[in-house]
């Protein structure tokens, strides 16, 4: 079954925080760099973070040293910490795999705004 489940998303003022959670089926999570995505209204989708099974990150420019992306092998979930959000980061947020990289859950949607 091939599954990912992506939560956490809401209303934040900018300067606040969130974190992401995704839940992946084993095929998709096994022996696979995950990512996180995000799609802002009117832009094409943008890659966020990539955390490998070894656990190394990376990370697009924009959130580097506010966002932090981690895995949890034995429960099957990735996750995005987001720390001082500003505006911009408004978008809907999702989560893929190395596995399957055309295969795309709901997201979830993170509105930054005062």
């Known amino acids: 079954q091939v599954q990912l489940v992506e939560s956490g998303g809401g209303l934040v003022q900018p300067g606040g925080s969130l974190k992401l959670s995704c839940a992946a089926s084993?095929?998709?999570?096994?022996?696979?760099?995950m990512r996180w995505y995000r799609q802002a209204p009117g832009k094409q989708r943008e890659l966020v973070a990539t955390?490998?099974?070894?656990?190394?990150?990376n990370y697009t420019p924009s959130v580097k040293g506010r966002f932090t992306i981690s895995r949890d092998n034995a429960k099957r979930m990735v996750y995005l910490q987001m720390n001082s959000l500003k505006p911009e980061d408004t978008a809907v947020y999702y989560c893929?795999?190395?596995?399957?990289?055309?295969?795309w859950g709901q997201g979830t949607q993170v509105t930054v705004s005062s």
């Open positions: 084993r095929i998709i999570f096994s022996a696979a760099d």
């Open positions: 893929n795999s190395a596995n399957f990289p055309s295969y």
């Open positions: 955390i490998t099974t070894g656990g190394s990150t």
